[in-house]
């Protein structure tokens, strides 16, 4: 898997040129939980193959990211896996990205579903769901 840190609105255009996130993951990095005082400072995609997270706090265009990512959500990407979906879905109509595939898993959901216990970290559920005693949900997955 390759990996990738972008800044500048000219390397995430290259950067996306040439490959394939049409059906991804996509993460929201912020500065607090709260929807009414909180910035998007970065955004992570990952395809299966490539990774990477958009720096946009640091950027000297940030005005031109969110509009390259906006156009990314309307044109090329189809399906969406998201870790607590409703959050960044929020976090992308306060950015004015409000036009985003309607084919999205969330993983908080899912585990929600699948799992007895209240924990909801990522990496927790990760552990948890890779057990040797699978439930019956779990091994038709």
Do not use: W
């Not at 995430?12 to 939980?33: A, H, K, P, W």
Request: charged share 25%.
């Amino acid at each position: 898997m390759t990996l990738a840190v972008l800044k500048t609105l000219p390397d995430v255009e290259e950067y996306f040129q040439y490959r394939d996130f049409s059906v991804c993951s996509f993460d929201t990095e912020t500065t607090g939980l709260n929807y009414y005082t909180l910035d998007m400072i970065g955004c992570s995609f990952c395809n299966g193959e490539d990774a990477v997270y958009i720096d946009i706090f640091s950027s000297d265009n940030r005005e031109g990211i969110i509009s390259f990512i906006s156009d990314l959500f309307q044109k090329h990407i189809k399906f969406l896996i998201m870790h607590n979906a409703p959050f960044d879905l929020k976090v992308l109509h306060k950015e004015g990205i409000t036009e985003v595939t309607d084919k999205i898993f969330c993983t908080m959901t899912a585990a929600h579903l699948l799992t007895k216990t209240d924990q909801k970290d990522l990496k927790i559920l990760q552990r948890g769901i890779s057990t040797s005693n699978p439930s019956p949900i779990q091994r038709r997955l």
